[in-house]
Protein backbone atom coordinates (compact mmCIF):
# COMPACT_ATOMS: atom_id res chain seq x y z
CA UNK A 1 0.00 0.00 0.00
CA UNK A 2 1.09 3.47 -0.98
CA UNK A 3 1.09 6.16 1.02
CA UNK A 4 2.03 10.01 0.71
CA UNK A 5 1.85 12.03 4.13
CA UNK A 6 3.67 14.44 6.08
CA UNK A 7 7.13 12.73 7.83
CA UNK A 8 6.84 13.07 11.69
CA UNK A 9 10.09 14.81 13.93
CA UNK A 10 10.04 10.78 15.52
CA UNK A 11 11.02 9.47 11.61
CA UNK A 12 14.09 11.37 11.64
CA UNK A 13 16.57 8.19 11.69
CA UNK A 14 14.39 6.61 8.67
CA UNK A 15 14.47 10.16 7.02
CA UNK A 16 18.71 10.45 7.08
CA UNK A 17 18.98 6.56 6.48
CA UNK A 18 17.21 7.21 3.29
CA UNK A 19 19.00 10.49 2.04
CA UNK A 20 22.25 8.41 2.83
CA UNK A 21 21.32 5.62 0.11
CA UNK A 22 19.91 8.32 -2.20
CA UNK A 23 23.14 11.00 -1.80
CA UNK A 24 25.71 8.85 -0.73
CA UNK A 25 25.80 10.35 2.91
CA UNK A 26 27.33 9.19 5.74
CA UNK A 27 24.93 9.76 8.99
CA UNK A 28 25.13 8.81 12.61
CA UNK A 29 22.31 6.92 13.40
CA UNK A 30 22.92 7.34 16.72
CA UNK A 31 22.41 10.91 16.29
CA UNK A 32 20.21 11.75 12.97
CA UNK A 33 19.45 15.28 12.07
CA UNK A 34 16.04 16.56 13.05
CA UNK A 35 13.56 16.80 10.79
CA UNK A 36 13.33 20.78 11.31
CA UNK A 37 10.84 21.51 7.98
CA UNK A 38 8.03 20.40 6.20
CA UNK A 39 8.90 17.08 4.46
CA UNK A 40 6.62 14.78 2.41
CA UNK A 41 7.22 11.25 2.27
CA UNK A 42 6.24 8.21 -0.23
CA UNK A 43 5.75 5.03 1.74
CA UNK A 44 5.13 1.44 0.77
CA UNK A 45 3.69 -0.66 3.03
CA UNK A 46 4.77 1.69 5.96
CA UNK A 47 8.80 1.81 4.80
CA UNK A 48 9.52 5.70 4.18
CA UNK A 49 11.05 5.25 -0.05
CA UNK A 50 11.39 8.69 -1.20
CA UNK A 51 11.12 12.25 0.19
CA UNK A 52 10.62 15.56 -0.79
CA UNK A 53 11.56 18.76 1.34
CA UNK A 54 9.12 22.13 1.39
CA UNK A 55 11.10 25.22 2.07
CA UNK A 56 7.98 27.77 1.74
CA UNK A 57 9.37 31.44 0.78
CA UNK A 58 8.12 35.02 -0.29
CA UNK A 59 10.20 35.45 -4.06
CA UNK A 60 10.35 38.58 -5.81
CA UNK A 61 8.37 39.61 -8.92
CA UNK A 62 7.77 42.78 -10.01
CA UNK A 63 8.45 44.90 -7.29
CA UNK A 64 6.85 43.30 -4.83
CA UNK A 65 7.06 39.59 -2.86
CA UNK A 66 4.72 36.24 -3.87
CA UNK A 67 4.25 33.02 -1.98
CA UNK A 68 6.87 30.86 -3.78
CA UNK A 69 7.84 27.04 -3.33
CA UNK A 70 11.05 25.51 -3.24
CA UNK A 71 11.74 22.02 -3.54
CA UNK A 72 14.44 20.55 -1.92
CA UNK A 73 15.84 17.41 -0.71
CA UNK A 74 14.12 15.42 -3.52
CA UNK A 75 15.34 11.69 -2.95
CA UNK A 76 14.15 8.23 -3.52
CA UNK A 77 15.90 5.00 -1.89
CA UNK A 78 18.09 3.10 -5.18
CA UNK A 79 15.95 0.19 -4.98
CA UNK A 80 12.69 1.81 -4.79
CA UNK A 81 12.81 4.66 -8.00
CA UNK A 82 11.20 4.19 -11.35
CA UNK A 83 7.88 3.32 -8.79
CA UNK A 84 6.15 6.48 -9.21
CA UNK A 85 7.18 7.69 -5.99
CA UNK A 86 8.39 11.59 -6.70
CA UNK A 87 5.80 11.74 -9.28
CA UNK A 88 3.04 11.03 -6.51
CA UNK A 89 5.47 13.35 -4.15
CA UNK A 90 4.91 16.30 -7.12
CA UNK A 91 1.48 15.56 -7.23
CA UNK A 92 1.09 16.34 -3.80
CA UNK A 93 2.74 19.49 -3.58
CA UNK A 94 0.54 20.55 -6.76
CA UNK A 95 -2.12 19.84 -4.63
CA UNK A 96 -0.83 22.41 -1.37
CA UNK A 97 0.09 25.10 -3.97
CA UNK A 98 -3.32 25.66 -4.85
CA UNK A 99 -4.33 25.92 -0.85
CA UNK A 100 -1.07 27.78 0.23
CA UNK A 101 -1.44 29.84 -2.98
CA UNK A 102 2.23 29.69 -4.62
CA UNK A 103 3.33 31.55 -7.42
CA UNK A 104 5.65 29.53 -8.87
CA UNK A 105 8.27 27.17 -7.64
CA UNK A 106 12.33 26.46 -7.74
CA UNK A 107 14.39 24.03 -7.61
CA UNK A 108 18.12 22.84 -8.24
CA UNK A 109 17.93 19.64 -10.37
CA UNK A 110 20.09 16.20 -10.86
CA UNK A 111 18.48 16.01 -14.00
CA UNK A 112 17.20 19.02 -16.26
CA UNK A 113 14.91 16.62 -18.47
CA UNK A 114 13.59 14.65 -15.64
CA UNK A 115 12.04 17.31 -13.95
CA UNK A 116 10.41 19.17 -17.05
CA UNK A 117 8.44 16.13 -17.00
CA UNK A 118 6.90 18.09 -14.33
CA UNK A 119 6.53 21.47 -15.54
CA UNK A 120 9.87 22.85 -14.45
CA UNK A 121 12.42 24.58 -16.96
CA UNK A 122 15.90 25.80 -16.36
CA UNK A 123 15.00 29.86 -15.03
CA UNK A 124 17.84 30.98 -13.69
CA UNK A 125 21.54 29.84 -15.43
CA UNK A 126 24.79 31.31 -13.56
CA UNK A 127 27.86 32.74 -15.18
CA UNK A 128 31.16 32.65 -13.54
CA UNK A 129 34.33 34.85 -14.57
CA UNK A 130 37.73 35.08 -13.08
CA UNK A 131 39.69 37.67 -13.32
CA UNK A 132 43.14 38.64 -12.97
CA UNK A 133 43.84 41.39 -10.39
CA UNK A 134 45.93 43.31 -13.35
CA UNK A 135 42.72 43.12 -15.48
CA UNK A 136 40.75 44.60 -12.80
CA UNK A 137 41.86 47.93 -13.92
CA UNK A 138 38.68 49.19 -15.07
CA UNK A 139 37.85 50.70 -11.14
CA UNK A 140 39.92 52.44 -8.79
CA UNK A 141 41.31 51.02 -5.76
CA UNK A 142 38.27 51.89 -2.64
CA UNK A 143 38.47 51.62 0.58
CA UNK A 144 34.99 53.19 1.40
CA UNK A 145 34.18 49.98 3.28
CA UNK A 146 33.39 48.24 6.62
CA UNK A 147 33.78 44.57 7.52
CA UNK A 148 30.50 43.11 8.47
CA UNK A 149 30.45 42.20 12.33
CA UNK A 150 26.93 42.03 12.88
CA UNK A 151 26.36 45.85 14.27
CA UNK A 152 25.19 46.59 10.80
CA UNK A 153 22.10 43.98 10.03
CA UNK A 154 19.24 46.24 9.80
CA UNK A 155 21.77 48.39 7.32
CA UNK A 156 22.49 45.25 5.26
CA UNK A 157 18.87 43.51 5.53
CA UNK A 158 17.49 46.84 3.86
CA UNK A 159 20.38 46.98 0.78
CA UNK A 160 19.60 43.15 0.34
CA UNK A 161 15.60 43.74 0.53
CA UNK A 162 16.25 46.78 -1.82
CA UNK A 163 18.33 44.44 -4.32
CA UNK A 164 15.64 41.50 -4.05
CA UNK A 165 12.80 43.65 -4.58
CA UNK A 166 14.56 44.38 -7.93
CA UNK A 167 15.39 41.36 -9.33
CA UNK A 168 12.84 38.22 -10.37
CA UNK A 169 13.03 35.25 -8.50
CA UNK A 170 14.93 36.38 -5.54
CA UNK A 171 13.89 35.23 -2.22
CA UNK A 172 13.58 36.81 0.61
CA UNK A 173 15.21 37.12 3.87
CA UNK A 174 14.20 37.68 7.14
CA UNK A 175 17.53 37.08 8.88
CA UNK A 176 21.16 37.89 8.58
CA UNK A 177 21.92 33.90 9.07
CA UNK A 178 23.48 34.04 5.67
CA UNK A 179 26.39 36.56 6.70
CA UNK A 180 29.12 35.67 9.50
CA UNK A 181 29.29 38.38 11.73
CA UNK A 182 32.30 36.55 13.11
CA UNK A 183 34.16 35.34 9.84
CA UNK A 184 37.69 34.19 11.69
CA UNK A 185 35.52 30.99 12.43
CA UNK A 186 34.23 30.31 8.73
CA UNK A 187 36.63 32.37 6.80
CA UNK A 188 33.66 33.76 5.19
CA UNK A 189 33.55 37.51 5.03
CA UNK A 190 31.30 39.89 4.12
CA UNK A 191 32.45 43.47 2.56
CA UNK A 192 30.12 46.40 2.93
CA UNK A 193 30.46 48.72 0.58
CA UNK A 194 29.21 52.56 2.16
CA UNK A 195 28.02 55.33 -0.03
CA UNK A 196 28.90 59.36 0.54
CA UNK A 197 26.27 59.15 3.58
CA UNK A 198 27.84 56.21 4.97
CA UNK A 199 25.24 54.25 4.22
CA UNK A 200 25.73 50.10 2.75
CA UNK A 201 25.05 50.53 -1.19
CA UNK A 202 26.86 47.21 -2.03
CA UNK A 203 28.25 44.41 -0.61
CA UNK A 204 30.62 40.95 -1.71
CA UNK A 205 30.70 38.26 -0.03
CA UNK A 206 33.99 36.19 -0.41
CA UNK A 207 36.60 33.98 0.79
CA UNK A 208 40.32 33.34 -0.01
CA UNK A 209 41.88 30.47 1.43
CA UNK A 210 45.10 29.48 1.78
CA UNK A 211 45.58 26.23 -0.56
CA UNK A 212 43.81 29.05 -3.35
CA UNK A 213 45.59 31.19 -5.66
CA UNK A 214 41.43 33.13 -5.91
CA UNK A 215 39.52 35.34 -4.12
CA UNK A 216 36.25 33.79 -4.55
CA UNK A 217 33.22 36.11 -4.60
CA UNK A 218 30.25 33.98 -3.96
CA UNK A 219 27.35 36.70 -3.11
CA UNK A 220 27.63 40.69 -4.86
CA UNK A 221 24.97 42.72 -4.59
CA UNK A 222 25.02 46.07 -6.13
CA UNK A 223 22.45 48.90 -6.42
CA UNK A 224 23.68 51.99 -8.54
CA UNK A 225 26.91 52.02 -11.07
CA UNK A 226 28.44 54.10 -8.58
CA UNK A 227 28.07 51.19 -5.57
CA UNK A 228 29.45 48.31 -8.18
CA UNK A 229 32.62 50.71 -8.97
CA UNK A 230 33.36 50.89 -5.09
CA UNK A 231 32.64 47.11 -4.56
CA UNK A 232 34.81 46.05 -6.93
CA UNK A 233 37.57 48.69 -5.87
CA UNK A 234 37.66 47.36 -2.54
CA UNK A 235 38.05 43.53 -4.43
CA UNK A 236 41.48 45.40 -5.65
CA UNK A 237 42.52 45.86 -1.90
CA UNK A 238 43.21 41.85 -2.11
CA UNK A 239 45.81 42.27 -5.26
CA UNK A 240 49.07 41.04 -4.16
CA UNK A 241 47.55 38.99 -2.21
CA UNK A 242 46.13 36.30 -4.60
CA UNK A 243 46.60 36.22 -8.51
CA UNK A 244 42.54 36.55 -9.86
CA UNK A 245 39.10 37.29 -8.50
CA UNK A 246 37.01 34.45 -9.28
CA UNK A 247 33.01 35.53 -9.20
CA UNK A 248 31.50 31.98 -8.35
CA UNK A 249 27.64 32.79 -9.30
CA UNK A 250 26.45 35.96 -11.40
CA UNK A 251 23.38 36.39 -13.19
CA UNK A 252 23.84 36.54 -16.98
CA UNK A 253 21.76 40.23 -16.32
CA UNK A 254 24.64 41.20 -13.97
CA UNK A 255 26.00 44.53 -14.48
CA UNK A 256 29.80 43.55 -13.79
CA UNK A 257 29.64 41.35 -16.77
CA UNK A 258 29.98 44.49 -19.37
CA UNK A 259 31.74 45.92 -16.51
CA UNK A 260 35.15 43.91 -17.55
CA UNK A 261 36.75 45.21 -20.95
CA UNK A 262 39.65 42.60 -20.70
CA UNK A 263 37.99 39.86 -22.96
CA UNK A 264 40.74 37.84 -23.31
CA UNK A 265 42.34 37.49 -20.09
CA UNK A 266 39.05 36.35 -18.83
CA UNK A 267 38.08 32.60 -18.30
CA UNK A 268 33.91 32.22 -18.24
CA UNK A 269 32.18 29.35 -17.13
CA UNK A 270 28.51 28.60 -17.42
CA UNK A 271 26.13 26.44 -14.99
CA UNK A 272 22.24 26.09 -15.69
CA UNK A 273 20.99 27.27 -12.42
CA UNK A 274 17.80 26.38 -11.07
CA UNK A 275 14.64 25.33 -12.68
CA UNK A 276 11.21 26.91 -12.33
CA UNK A 277 7.63 26.05 -12.75
CA UNK A 278 4.50 28.26 -13.18
CA UNK A 279 1.48 27.37 -10.31
CA UNK A 280 -0.84 30.00 -10.75
CA UNK A 281 -0.52 31.56 -14.12
CA UNK A 282 -3.58 33.95 -13.26
CA UNK A 283 -1.49 35.21 -10.45
CA UNK A 284 1.45 35.96 -12.26
CA UNK A 285 -0.25 37.99 -14.95
CA UNK A 286 -2.44 39.72 -12.69
CA UNK A 287 0.64 40.79 -11.13
CA UNK A 288 3.12 41.57 -13.95
CA UNK A 289 4.44 45.21 -13.99
CA UNK A 290 2.69 46.07 -17.20
CA UNK A 291 4.25 48.89 -20.33
CA UNK A 292 2.42 52.31 -20.20
CA UNK A 293 1.35 51.63 -24.07
CA UNK A 294 -1.34 49.81 -24.48
CA UNK A 295 -1.53 45.93 -25.48
CA UNK A 296 -3.88 42.94 -25.59
CA UNK A 297 -3.36 39.28 -25.90
CA UNK A 298 -5.02 35.54 -25.34
CA UNK A 299 -2.51 33.21 -23.96
CA UNK A 300 -3.79 29.13 -23.79
CA UNK A 301 -1.44 27.22 -21.50
CA UNK A 302 -1.90 23.20 -21.83
CA UNK A 303 -0.97 21.87 -18.61
CA UNK A 304 -2.51 19.09 -16.24
CA UNK A 305 -2.29 21.64 -13.52
CA UNK A 306 -5.27 22.98 -12.98
CA UNK A 307 -3.93 26.36 -11.79
CA UNK A 308 -1.31 27.14 -14.24
CA UNK A 309 -3.48 25.64 -17.37
CA UNK A 310 -6.15 27.80 -19.40
CA UNK A 311 -6.99 30.31 -21.93
CA UNK A 312 -6.01 34.27 -20.47
CA UNK A 313 -6.94 37.41 -21.75
CA UNK A 314 -5.09 40.21 -21.18
CA UNK A 315 -5.56 43.52 -21.70
CA UNK A 316 -3.45 46.20 -20.73
CA UNK A 317 -2.30 50.21 -20.55
CA UNK A 318 -1.28 52.52 -18.56
CA UNK A 319 0.45 50.27 -16.30
CA UNK A 320 -2.69 48.46 -15.59
CA UNK A 321 -3.80 45.32 -16.77
CA UNK A 322 -7.17 43.20 -16.51
CA UNK A 323 -6.71 39.69 -16.53
CA UNK A 324 -9.79 37.19 -17.84
CA UNK A 325 -9.91 33.29 -17.79
CA UNK A 326 -12.01 32.59 -21.05
CA UNK A 327 -13.24 29.40 -22.51
CA UNK A 328 -10.53 26.90 -22.95
CA UNK A 329 -11.53 25.87 -26.49
CA UNK A 330 -11.02 29.58 -27.04
CA UNK A 331 -8.47 30.17 -30.52
CA UNK A 332 -5.36 31.68 -29.09
CA UNK A 333 -2.69 34.43 -30.10
CA UNK A 334 -0.17 31.91 -28.55
CA UNK A 335 -0.47 28.80 -27.15
CA UNK A 336 2.27 26.54 -24.92
CA UNK A 337 3.03 24.53 -22.40
CA UNK A 338 3.84 24.72 -18.59
CA UNK A 339 7.98 24.33 -19.44
CA UNK A 340 7.81 26.69 -22.03
CA UNK A 341 5.41 29.07 -20.04
CA UNK A 342 7.91 28.49 -17.30
CA UNK A 343 11.09 29.87 -19.14
CA UNK A 344 9.20 32.75 -20.85
CA UNK A 345 7.76 34.35 -17.54
CA UNK A 346 10.18 33.28 -14.99
CA UNK A 347 13.52 33.89 -17.06
CA UNK A 348 13.66 37.17 -17.41
CA UNK A 349 15.05 36.16 -21.14
CA UNK A 350 12.67 38.63 -22.44
CA UNK A 351 11.49 36.75 -25.56
CA UNK A 352 10.03 38.32 -28.82
CA UNK A 353 7.25 37.02 -30.56
CA UNK A 354 9.69 35.74 -33.57
CA UNK A 355 11.66 34.00 -30.31
CA UNK A 356 8.96 32.38 -28.73
CA UNK A 357 7.69 30.45 -32.17
CA UNK A 358 10.46 28.79 -31.74
CA UNK A 359 9.89 27.52 -28.44
CA UNK A 360 8.95 23.57 -28.26
CA UNK A 361 5.64 23.19 -27.35
CA UNK A 362 4.58 26.88 -28.79
CA UNK A 363 2.53 28.01 -31.41
CA UNK A 364 1.87 31.34 -31.99
CA UNK A 365 -1.47 32.01 -34.22
CA UNK A 366 -1.58 35.43 -34.48
CA UNK A 367 1.94 37.60 -34.47
CA UNK A 368 0.10 40.91 -33.32
CA UNK A 369 -0.95 39.10 -29.96
CA UNK A 370 2.20 37.38 -29.82
CA UNK A 371 3.97 40.92 -29.85
CA UNK A 372 1.62 42.27 -27.42
CA UNK A 373 2.32 39.18 -25.01
CA UNK A 374 6.63 39.69 -25.48
CA UNK A 375 5.92 43.79 -24.68
CA UNK A 376 4.58 42.65 -21.00
CA UNK A 377 7.08 40.42 -20.25
CA UNK A 378 10.84 41.86 -21.41
CA UNK A 379 14.02 41.52 -20.55
CA UNK A 380 14.07 41.90 -16.70
CA UNK A 381 16.99 41.29 -14.21
CA UNK A 382 16.91 38.03 -11.89
CA UNK A 383 18.72 36.40 -9.84
CA UNK A 384 18.87 33.11 -7.29
CA UNK A 385 20.77 33.27 -4.27
CA UNK A 386 19.62 30.74 -2.15
CA UNK A 387 20.33 27.22 -2.66
CA UNK A 388 18.10 24.68 -1.08
Same mark, same amino acid.
Given at each position: ????? +?????? $? ?8 ? $? ?8 ? #? ?30 ? &? ?73 ? +? #? ?9 ? /? ?6 ? @? ?21 ? +? ?62 ? &??? /? ?7 ? #?????? &? ?61 ? $? ?45 ? $???? #?????? @??? &??
Amino acid at each position: MTEIR +VISPDE $ALALSRLRSA $AFAFSTDPEH #PSPVTRECLGSYEDGRLCAAVTICPYEGSWCG &HFLPVLGVGGVSTLPLARRSGHIRRLFGELERLGAERGWAYGLLYPFSYSYYRQFGYERVAPRVSLTVPFEKLDC +V #PRCADAVLYDG /SQEAALLA @LFERYAASHNLMIRRPDAKAFDP +VPERSLVYTYLHLDPDGAPDAYATLSYGRDSDLVTVHELVCTTPASLSGILGVLRLFEGQRRAV &HFA /SLPPTSPVI #PFLGHY &HHIERGWGNGAMGRVLDTQTLLRENAYPDAPGRFTLAVRDALPSCAGVFEVEYGGGEAEVRRI $ADDACADVETDAPNLSRILLSGQGYTAEEMAFLPGTTVRRAAGAEAF $ARAF #PRRCTD @LLE &HF
